[in-house]
């Protein structure tokens, strides 16, 4: 694999955690949104950008803490990837830990948010079932949620920060993944980030 040397106007931008890990094991462990501006950058968990939760530098390849600790090495994949590698551990052994990010684009849509929230769509990615995507209801099985004493289950709301609309999901009232969208219309979602998936999923309308 080829990576590209990295500078700051190359980086400038705001880029989504889709997945940090060891090797094949990746998961996505909630929201974190990189924010470059001018080889500086801000490392944000919420779509607001209130806080920054790390304040750090670009120099040569490389992401400084304000102390001057290295934090991670910068490998830009492609134009739209970027990879940090951070020393970590696995298993008790030290070992290079990956954080993929793909960077955020402008969502391609002529709706209006009240009216994406009111389309359904579904979706199948390969080897699974197929997932039903509503707006803004519950869609855990009510009789499973009253057995288990739950007041919620699970829940998809559409989220925007300036030009770019997301999915995020919610289980029992905690916000999980949040899921870029690319597109959409009333035929199509289009999204992408989605931890251990390639490439963009595209969801049709259902009526």
């Known amino acids: 694999m080829i990576f590209k040397t990295t500078n700051g106007q190359q980086l400038d931008g705001k880029w989504i955690l889709k997945e940090v890990g060891y090797k094949e094991f990746k998961k996505n462990p909630g929201l974190q949104i990189l924010n470059f501006e001018t080889n500086k950058a801000g490392l944000f968990t ?8 790390l304040d750090l530098n670009v120099k040569d390849n490389t992401l400084i803490l304000e102390n001057g600790e290295k934090y991670a090495d910068l490998k830009l994949l492609n134009e739209n990837f970027l990879r940090l590698l951070v ?4 298993n008790d052994d030290n070992v290079i830990i990956e954080m993929d990010f793909v960077r955020l684009l402008p969502t391609k849509t002529d709706l209006p948010q009240e009216e994406i929230e009111s389309l359904n769509f579904e979706f199948q990615v390969e080897g699974k079932s197929k997932t039903k995507i509503a707006f803004n209801k519950e869609l855990g099985d009510k009789k499973k949620l009253k057995e288990l004493e739950w007041k919620e289950g699970s829940k998809w709301i559409i989220e925007k920060l300036e030009s770019t609309y997301f999915i995020s999901i919610f289980k029992r009232g905690r916000k999980g993944v949040t899921l870029p969208i690319s597109e959409v219309n009333e035929n199509v979602l289009k999204f992408y980030g989605v931890p251990n998936e390639t490439g963009e999923v595209v969801a049709t309308r259902t009526e």
Do not use: V, Y
């Open 46 to 53: 919420n779509l607001q950008l209130t806080k920054s939760e």
């Open 87 to 90: 020393n970590g551990t696995f």
